[in-house]
Nanobody, 116 residues
């Protein structure tokens, strides 16, 4: 069974930075390594639907929501089975619970709060 654990959320001032981590365990990669598969970050703000933030695919191809382009960077470390989300120039509207998605499963989320 796949287990996904996010961490790194915190309270930060507007303009600050955070790096979120997502550790994936129990996944059967088969003959491939983790970077053959796609992982994604989503977020959900209070009273809003969960929305896509960033994704990383085979060959480390990445894509981002328009709202975070140029500020957020998704990356991964195969050896550590970890996906990262580097968030810079944070804004109050980035406040949300951030979730990692991999192999169709979700983590429990990590809270990011950006104060103005």
């Amino acid at each position: 069974q796949v287990q996904i654990v996010e961490s790194g959320g915190d309270l930060v001032q507007s303009g600050g930075s955070l790096r979120l981590s997502c550790v994936i365990s129990g996944a059967n990669f088969g003959i491939y390594s983790m970077d053959f598969y796609r992982q994604e970050w989503y977020r959900q703000a209070p009273g809003k639907e969960r929305e896509f933030v960033a994704g990383i695919s085979t060959g480390d191809s990445t894509n981002y929501a328009d709202s975070v382009k140029g500020r957020f960077t998704i990356s991964r470390d195969n050896a550590k089975a970890t996906v990262y989300l580097q968030m810079n120039s944070l804004k109050p509207e980035d406040t949300a619970v951030y979730y990692c998605k991999a192999f169709g499963d979700w983590g429990q989320g990590t809270q990011v709060t950006v104060s103005s």
